[in-house]
């Protein structure tokens, strides 16, 4: 009668977890994904050719395909417009699907299966206990076993020291900062990020065993590509960064009761009134995106995980009833960037080493956590990306025609353009940079609509609103002092604060609130039978941590609820 | 034909001459820097980031406008809003068109020069501009305004410095059919080694989380 027991829709961050815990629960579950799948037999040219309709076969993940498309080129990788890693169709002759953002910025969301965390550099700390606990309507504490249940999965492990963590806890330690040995961050200090990187590989340091055989063993070669594209790994599942896509996906498709269903963008949930339970989920339709069919799929619960914009879009374009906080309290942890260029002879007397090396290790390897403002943590880039995030992205305007006031704490504030421009890009391997993530205040303001009169072949376009609080701004100035402070300690001689465009969104959270939009099971308090899976169910920005943990810590939770209260 | 080869006939020279003063713009040619290293000197136009720019533009949005979607190109419609801001800005302020310019008459933000160029970039970003004489689909559309005046700022950086221009007389095919033809100039010039299977770069642990018996301990 049901073509499943459960419809996940979306297979990133969290729809991956959701579908590898049902399937584990004896459910059968279904996947449709709007992006391409990398790394699987039945699309070897997912870019350019439709292939398949669905992988249900643990043995259909291929290592040969994955590799051939993860090529580590920066723009090939991460061009917005065009790149493998961007939102937009598979068929890479065509556009990306666009979402209208009136003010400066850019959305990092990919498409695909293992959808954004294909790209996310898998730091995966836990939320700021401060920030969940008499806040959220669930404790911290009702969390933490399905943080140690995803911990242990993906696996996460702190992250290893090479020349940019040195010098990152050279300069954190001259600022006083001190080392928290802990999971659960409840003062401030630093630490070694939690990553979701397989440890690094014992024979790295063995000059007997080649690079290319290092590449093609398990655990970190410290290659520097978690941006980029990991290559790291013998097999599919065993690539070294665990996005999703090398993570859950593999486990859920070895539990035998899981099929994905990639190039399918769902359009409309699908529901019917039932005289006990009211309105209730009862499939979806999707359109295929190389012929443009659409097809419908009817399962007994669907569970939503297509991201804060689109989780949000899709419940409009369904028509769903009216709730004032769908779409509202978007927070995005409100980013700043800071650099610091240093010298050879500083480096030299502190590690022993000419450069920073900023493309060695983790992109990101260490950080400063201060609960009620943020973090601050090294990540260093390509070339590219790097130029612009340091140098051409701003809120602030160019440097030369607004220079700082005298006494700032850094040198240069906003854009740099012109030859001096290429004189700091010359410095590039001896440049340290930072992502600055704040805690960012929850707004009903700020918010995902659909458009009244753009559509794509997907519907209703959405729009993203999003302008931070003056607490939000004045925790995010305390954070970038803090910031400079350390590179300026650690003996930078040029400092760099990009002051990135608010609406960088990287962290999209709460745009379907639990409490709100669906209840401490992450169910729709007016849909039953449509759970929510992604970053958009998260009461708050949870204090400025790096959300994907929390997101697959509670698809976890949810998917116990769901089997719980429809399927035991 | 390669596209490579035709494309400068097929875009309009307006548009290919506005591109090319915003990429001069921003990363220039400088032959001053030839002390450290022959790859200093290049800048976005001998790197073609202006021809990168234009393809974005015109490969970057889809919308559905009566039944069917169709590809909407941005790149004139953006080189129209550069040369309004300028022709604004001379209009308004006390900004002249360099006389060795001269050559592009109606490409006004091109007659500038680099710095008044980066000065009309700003005063557009700031909307201190006749919203109402500005181009479609830019015009009253101040959003959208500071949104791509920012976007060609940082767009223009990251075909500098990736590996765009590398892929050569292939830079204009469809991504999929691209190839590399070199090293990238930009990477040279950041002191960027190239992509990687891996570094010797291990220099430690300061923390080790051990799992066992379904717990956990950090050493």
């Given at each position: 009668?049901?073509?499943?027991?459960?419809?996940?829709?979306?297979?990133?961050?969290?729809?991956?977890?959701?579908?590898?815990e049902l399937g584990e629960l004896g459910l059968k579950v279904?996947?449709?994904?709007?992006?391409?799948?990398?790394?699987?037999?039945?699309?070897?040219?997912?870019?350019?050719?439709?292939?398949?309709?669905?992988?249900?076969?643990?043995?259909?993940?291929?290592?040969?395909?994955?590799?051939?498309?993860?090529?580590?080129?920066?723009?090939?990788?991460?061009?917005?417009?065009?790149?493998?890693?961007?939102?937009?169709?598979?068929?890479?002759?065509?556009?990306?699907?666009?979402?209208?953002?009136?003010?400066?910025?850019d959305i990092w969301q990919l498409a695909g299966v293992g959808?954004?965390?294909?790209?996310?550099?898998?730091?995966?700390?836990?939320?700021?206990?401060?920030?969940?606990?008499?806040?959220?309507?669930?404790?911290?504490?009702?969390?933490?076993?399905?943080?140690?249940?995803?911990?242990?999965?993906?696996?996460?492990?702190?992250?290893?020291?090479?020349?940019?963590?040195?010098?990152?806890?050279?300069?954190?330690?001259?600022?006083?900062?001190?080392?928290?040995?802990?999971?659960?961050?409840?003062?401030?200090?630093?630490?070694?990020?939690?990553?979701?990187?397989?440890?690094?590989?014992?024979?790295?340091?063995?000059?007997?065993?080649?690079?290319?055989?290092?590449?093609?063993?398990?655990?970190?070669?410290?290659?520097?590509?978690?941006?980029?594209?990991?290559?790291?790994?013998?097999?599919?599942?065993?690539?070294?960064?665990?996005?999703?896509?090398?993570?859950?996906?593999?486990?859920?498709?070895?539990?035998?009761?899981?099929?994905?269903?990639?190039?399918?963008?769902?359009?409309?949930?699908?529901?019917?009134?039932?005289?006990?339970?009211?309105?209730?989920?009862?499939?979806?339709?999707?359109?295929?995106?190389?012929?443009?069919?659409?097809?419908?799929?009817?399962?007994?619960?669907?569970?939503?995980?297509?991201?804060?914009?689109?989780?949000?879009?899709?419940?409009?374009?369904?028509?769903?009833?009216?709730?004032?906080?769908?779409?509202?309290?978007?927070?995005?942890?409100?980013?700043?960037?800071?650099?610091?260029?240093?010298?050879?002879?500083?480096?030299?007397?502190?590690?022993?080493?000419?450069?920073?090396?900023?493309?060695?290790?983790?992109?990101?390897?260490?950080r400063v956590d201060i609960p009620g403002i943020g973090i601050?943590?090294?990540?260093?880039?390509?070339?590219?990306?790097?130029?612009?995030?340091?140098?051409?992205?701003?809120?602030?305007?160019?440097?030369?025609?607004?220079?700082?006031?005298?006494?700032?704490?850094?040198?240069?504030?906003?854009?740099?353009?012109?030859?001096?421009?290429?004189?700091?890009?010359?410095?590039?391997?001896?440049?340290?940079?930072?992502?600055?993530?704040?805690?960012?205040?929850?707004?009903?303001?700020?918010?995902?609509?659909?458009?009244?009169?753009?559509?794509?072949?997907?519907?209703?376009?959405?729009?993203?609103?999003?302008?931070?609080?003056?607490?939000?701004?004045?925790?995010?100035?305390?954070?970038?002092?803090?910031?400079?402070?350390?590179?300026?300690?650690?003996?930078?001689?040029?400092?760099?604060?990009?002051?990135?465009?608010?609406?960088?969104?990287?962290?999209?959270?709460?745009?379907?609130?639990?409490?709100?939009?669906?209840?401490?099971?992450?169910?729709?308090?007016?849909?039953?039978?449509?759970?929510?899976?992604?970053?958009?169910?998260?009461?708050?920005?949870?204090?400025?941590?790096?959300?994907?943990?929390?997101?697959?810590?509670?698809?976890?939770?949810?998917?116990?609820?769901?089997?719980?209260?429809?399927?035991? | 034909?390669?596209?490579?080869?035709?494309?400068?006939?097929?875009?309009?020279?307006?548009?290919?001459?506005?591109?090319?003063?915003?990429?001069?713009?921003?990363?220039?040619?400088?032959?001053?820097?030839?002390?450290?290293?022959?790859?200093?000197?290049?800048?976005?136009?001998?790197?073609?980031?202006?021809?990168?720019?234009?393809?974005?533009?015109?490969?970057?949005?889809?919308?559905?406008?009566?039944?069917?979607?169709?590809?909407?190109?941005?790149?004139?419609?953006?080189?129209?809003?550069?040369?309004?801001?300028?022709?604004?800005?001379?209009?308004?302020?006390?900004?002249?068109?360099?006389?060795?310019?001269?050559?592009?008459?109606?490409?006004?933000?091109?007659?500038?020069?680099?710095?008044?160029?980066?000065?009309?970039?700003?005063?557009?970003?700031?909307?201190?501009?006749?919203?109402?004489?500005?181009?479609?689909?830019?015009?009253?559309?101040?959003?959208?305004?500071?949104?791509?005046?920012?976007?060609?700022?940082?767009?223009?950086?990251?075909?500098?410095?990736?590996?765009?221009?590398?892929?050569?007389?292939?830079?204009?095919?469809?991504?999929?059919?691209?190839?590399?033809?070199?090293?990238?100039?930009?990477?040279?010039?950041?002191?960027?080694?190239?992509?990687?299977?891996?570094?010797?770069?291990?220099?430690?642990?300061?923390?080790?989380?051990?799992?066992?018996?379904?717990?956990?301990?950090?050493?």
């Open positions: 009668m049901y073509d499943a027991d459960v419809i996940v829709i979306g297979s990133g961050g969290g729809g991956a977890v959701a579908a590898k279904l996947v449709l994904e709007a992006g391409p799948f990398y790394g699987n037999s039945k699309w070897r040219n997912p870019n350019a050719e439709r292939g398949s309709e669905w992988s249900s076969s643990f043995d259909d993940l291929d290592i040969g395909t994955y590799k051939k498309i993860y090529s580590r080129y920066e723009n090939d990788m991460n061009d917005v417009v065009s790149g493998a890693f961007r939102f937009g169709p598979a068929d890479r002759s065509r556009t990306p699907w666009h979402r209208v953002m009136r003010q400066k910025g959808g954004t965390t294909q790209h996310y550099w898998a730091q995966s700390p836990r939320a700021f206990p401060s920030a969940v606990d008499g806040v959220w309507p669930i404790s911290y504490s009702e969390l933490i076993p399905y943080y140690e249940k995803a911990e242990a999965t993906l696996p996460v492990q702190f992250a290893p020291t090479t020349p940019k963590e040195e010098l990152f806890y050279y300069g954190a330690k001259k600022a006083g900062w001190s080392l928290l040995p802990t999971l659960d961050v409840t003062t401030p200090g630093y630490r070694p990020n939690p990553n979701a990187i397989l440890r690094t590989n014992e024979r790295l340091m063995d000059p007997n065993y080649s690079m290319e055989q290092l590449n093609n063993m398990e655990g970190c070669t410290l290659q520097g590509h978690c941006v980029n594209g990991c290559t790291s790994g013998p097999s599919v599942d065993k690539i070294a960064k665990r996005g999703t896509l090398v993570s859950y996906i593999p486990l859920a498709l070895k539990t035998g009761n899981v099929a994905i269903r990639p190039n399918s963008f769902t359009i409309k949930i699908i529901t019917d009134r039932d005289p006990k339970e009211g309105l209730r989920a009862a499939g979806v339709r999707f359109r295929d995106t190389w012929t443009g069919e659409v097809g419908e799929l009817t399962a007994r619960a669907v569970v939503m995980a297509a991201g804060c914009i689109e989780s949000p879009r899709l419940w409009f374009n369904s028509e769903l009833p009216y709730n004032y906080w769908v779409g509202r309290g978007l927070t995005n942890h409100c980013f700043d960037w800071v650099g610091g260029v240093f010298d050879e002879k500083d480096l030299m007397s502190i590690m022993g080493l000419p450069a920073v090396y900023p493309y060695m290790g983790h992109t990101s390897g260490a601050f943590q090294v990540s260093c880039l390509s070339p590219g990306l790097m130029s612009f995030l340091t140098y051409g992205f701003s809120e602030a305007g160019y440097d030369a025609l607004n220079p700082p006031e005298p006494g700032a704490p850094w040198n240069v504030r906003g854009r740099t353009v012109g030859p001096a421009l290429k004189e700091l890009m010359m410095n590039y391997s001896r440049t340290m940079t930072y992502l600055l993530l704040t805690d960012d205040e929850t707004l009903a303001r700020n918010r995902v609509e659909v458009d009244p009169i753009l559509k794509d072949e997907n519907g209703p376009i959405p729009v993203v609103h999003y302008m931070p609080s003056a607490k939000t701004l004045q925790r995010r100035d305390r954070l970038a002092r803090y910031a400079c402070e350390t590179l300026k300690l650690a003996g930078a001689k040029t400092i760099i604060r990009s002051d990135t465009p608010f609406s960088f969104m990287l962290h999209l959270e709460s745009t379907m609130r639990m409490g709100h939009v669906v209840d401490t099971n992450c169910e729709a308090y007016q849909v039953k039978r449509l759970f929510i899976a992604d970053n958009s169910v998260h009461y708050n920005g949870i204090g400025g941590p790096n959300p994907t943990l929390t997101t697959q810590a509670l698809a976890t939770r949810t998917s116990e609820k769901l089997a719980q209260r429809y399927f035991s | 034909m390669n596209p490579a080869v035709s494309f400068p006939a097929n875009a309009y020279s307006y548009t290919i001459a506005t591109f090319r003063a915003l990429a001069e713009a921003i990363v220039p040619f400088t032959p001053s820097m030839a002390e450290y290293g022959a790859e200093q000197t290049a800048g976005a136009v001998q790197l073609h980031v202006h021809e990168y720019i234009i393809w974005e533009l015109d490969h970057s949005l889809t919308l559905a406008v009566g039944f069917y979607p169709e590809v909407v190109p941005l790149a004139y419609s953006t080189a129209a809003l550069l040369n309004s801001g300028a022709s604004q800005m001379v209009a308004s302020v006390n900004a002249q068109f360099a006389p060795s310019n001269g050559t592009v008459p109606h490409v006004p933000f091109a007659a500038l020069s680099p710095a008044d160029r980066v000065r009309t970039l700003s005063r557009l970003e700031r909307l201190e501009v006749d919203l109402r004489a500005l181009p479609p689909p830019f015009r009253n559309d101040g959003g959208l305004v500071k949104f791509i005046v920012d976007y060609l700022n940082r767009a223009v950086m990251f075909g500098n410095y990736s590996e765009w221009p590398a892929y050569g007389t292939t830079r204009l095919e469809t991504p999929t059919r691209r190839r590399l033809e070199g090293f990238p100039v930009g990477w040279k010039q950041a002191g960027y080694p190239g992509v990687s299977l891996g570094y010797r770069a291990l220099r430690g642990y300061p923390l080790t989380i051990i799992r066992e018996d379904g717990g956990y301990t950090i050493v």
